[in-house]
């Protein structure tokens, strides 16, 4: 998506680029820190950062509104509900199978970072990404 900006009052200023760029790189690290740590025994320490991430893309989301910053704030918020609601529908299975949950889970994880590790070097490409 592209923005066409009319008046130099709709252009959005270096310093909010700046800040909003600021605070996708802190999300997307809080957010690939919790991807990487599903993958290590004992490392489910990730919540409690997931939810920090989660709610600074909630309070900051819009700031970003009208720049390709948007774009990131909902790729990020999207990915956390969808894995999130992925692990709930899995936990069943996971609680009841050990290794078919397990499975589910791991696959979840991948597809959660996979998702953050595209985001982030869109982001850093200062490039919109889709939905």
């Known amino acids: ?8 009052a709709e252009v959005p200023s270096l310093e909010k680029l700046q800040s909003l760029n600021t605070i996708g790189t802190i999300s997307y690290v809080l957010h690939l820190i919790v991807a990487v740590s599903a993958f290590i025994p ?8 997931l939810l920090v991430a989660l709610i600074l893309d ?9 720049t390709w910053h948007a774009s990131h704030f909902r790729w990020r918020i999207r990915s956390v509900v969808i ?12 609680l009841l199978l050990y290794f ?9 994880s991948v ?5 953050i590790v595209t985001g ?5 490409k ?4 889709g939905a």
């Open 42 to 49: 004992g490392g489910q320490f990730g919540v409690t950062l």
């Open 1 to 8: 998506m592209s923005q066409d900006f009319t008046t130099p």
């Open 58 to 66: 909630m309070v900051k989301r819009d700031d970003a509104v009208g």
């Open 111 to 115: 597809w959660f970072l996979y998702r």
């Open 120 to 124: 982030f070097i869109a982001m850093n």
């Open 126 to 129: 200062g490039q919109e990404i």
């Open 100 to 108: 078919p949950g397990a499975l589910a889970w791991a696959v979840i």
């Open 83 to 94: 894995a999130g609601l992925l692990y709930l529908v899995t936990l069943p299975l996971f």
